[in-house]
């Protein structure tokens, strides 16, 4: 039987249309186009191996990430301090002005303030100018002057110390024990730091601890001091006597002389305390200052 051919049904197409990057919407481009591969077919945001990508939110992105860029550039240009440029002038113009204070205190130290203003992070600027300041008899700005620097440079011993010299110059003892401590914890076996722990025993009118603390330090403490820190442990007991607790005088230095024999003002004071004991004409040394009820005297700083 004849049968009739079945007709196929003709489909209607367009040819396929270009967007705007030249590709040809549901397609990907050839190699060699000259334009990267889609790595997407479909839709309408396409990211494009260049990095590019189709659309509005596309060229959003592109536009941030040009920003992104160029705002980077500006913050790199604008982190570096306007000073920064000033420190070479700065520097020399501190060198200068070291020199000329030798001679004109007033115009070296007037140049050193200028200088702070060119270089302000520099810590041997900040260092000089404390310096002149102490020099120039403003021991107040040259604290201040520390101070400022001891916040950047919390590791240097010797700055610290001197802050503590300068504070107990200045009649701050809170201030100088807290430098104090804050030295010792960095460089314990320093002379100078050592120094100054002992002093602000010494002003704080702890004698025997100031004298044991000699005594440990014997190698960083000259032997002055620690004759300093045994008169005065021998002095309060001779207040006591002096006062009239002659027995509890005896006995405290009995203790200290057993404890101490080689201390020599111990021997010598129980020695005279026991003279006076049995005879009422023998001489009692006069009263002498102490640190805690008196200004001490500054000591050798500062120094660098």
């Known amino acids: 039987?004849?049968?009739?051919?079945?007709?196929?049904?003709?489909?209607?197409?367009?040819?396929?249309?270009?967007?705007?990057?030249?590709?040809?919407?549901?397609?990907?481009?050839?190699?060699?186009?000259?334009i990267g591969r889609s790595r997407e077919g479909h839709g309408k945001r396409r990211h494009w191996d260049d990095g590019t990508v189709e659309g509005k939110e596309g060229r959003t992105m592109k536009a941030r990430i040009i920003y992104g860029k160029a705002a980077a550039s500006l913050l790199l240009f604008v982190a570096r301090p306007a000073w920064a440029d000033n420190c070479p002038l700065g520097k020399e113009l501190a060198a200068r002005s070291m020199e000329t204070f030798k001679t004109d205190q007033g115009k070296g130290l007037a140049g050193l303030i200028q200088t702070q203003k060119y270089c302000p992070e520099d810590p041997g600027i900040a260092y000089n100018l404390g310096l002149a300041y102490y020099r120039y008899k403003r021991p107040d700005l040259a604290y201040d002057t520390w101070k400022g620097l001891a916040e950047k440079q919390k590791n240097d011993h010797k700055l610290l110390a001197n802050l503590g010299w300068l504070a107990l110059e200045l009649d701050r003892l809170s201030d100088a024990a807290s430098w104090a401590e804050k030295a010792y914890k960095i460089k314990s076996d320093d002379a100078n730091v050592a120094g100054l722990s002992l002093e602000v025993l010494f002003r704080q009118g702890k004698y025997e601890k100031a004298l044991s603390f000699a005594r440990n330090h014997s190698g960083d403490i000259p032997k002055e001091k620690l004759s300093r820190a045994a008169e005065y442990v021998a002095e309060e007991e001779w207040n006591v006597f002096r006062a009239g607790r002659r027995e509890q005088a005896v006995q405290d230095m009995m203790k200290l002389a057993s404890e101490c024999p080689d201390v020599a003002e111990f021997q010598q004071a129980k020695d005279k305390m026991f003279a006076a004991m049995l005879d009422a004409s023998a001489d009692i040394p006069l009263p002498k200052p102490l640190p805690d009820r008196s200004q001490a005297a500054a000591s050798e700083w500062p120094t660098r």
Do not use: H, N, Q, Y
């Open 1 to 34: 039987m004849f049968r009739r051919p079945v007709r196929a049904a003709l489909v209607k197409s367009r040819p396929p249309r270009i967007d705007r990057a030249g590709a040809k919407k549901g397609g990907s481009l050839g190699a060699g186009s000259g």
